[in-house]
Nanobody
Framework: VQLQASGGGLVQAGGSLRLSCAAS????????MGWYRQAPGKQRELVAR??????TNYAASVKDRFTISRDSAKNTSLQMSSLKPEDTAAYYC???????????????????WGPGTQVTVSS
């Protein structure tokens, strides 16, 4: 499963950006998608996760400012509002699910990552 993210960029504090992530390749199902981020010199942290189409989890630092959604089995988006300089990081999309077995039966579990997309928030 390959993931392609888009939507990063440079924005002023208080502004908004929308990240999108699309999965491609063969898989039986994707149970969860989401985003991690990593700022220079810091550990990678979970930003948001969506399981199914409605079960969401957010880091405390982004709750009420970021909204994750899933509009299909293969796509997820992260709407980021009221951005702060501390949101500056490389954002990585991930997907967890099951590969394809014989006869299109569920196969092995997978955990795929996309290349990072840079979000920079200026003060």
């Amino acid at each position: 499963v390959q993931l392609q993210a888009s939507g990063g960029g440079l924005v002023q504090a208080g502004g908004s950006l929308r990240l999108s992530c699309a999965a491609s390749g063969s898989f039986h199902s994707i149970s969860s998608m989401g985003w991690y981020r990593q700022a220079p010199g810091k550990q990678r942290e979970l930003v948001a996760r969506i399981t199914g189409f409605h079960d969401t989890n957010y880091a405390a630092s982004v709750k009420d400012r970021f909204t994750i959604s899933r509009d299909s089995a293969k796509n997820t988006s992260l709407q980021m509002s009221s951005l702060k300089p501390e949101d500056t990081a490389a954002y990585y999309c991930f997907a967890e699910g099951l590969g394809v077995g014989r006869g299109w039966s569920p196969g092995r579990a997978f955990n795929s990552w996309g290349p990072g997309t840079q979000v920079t928030v200026s003060s």
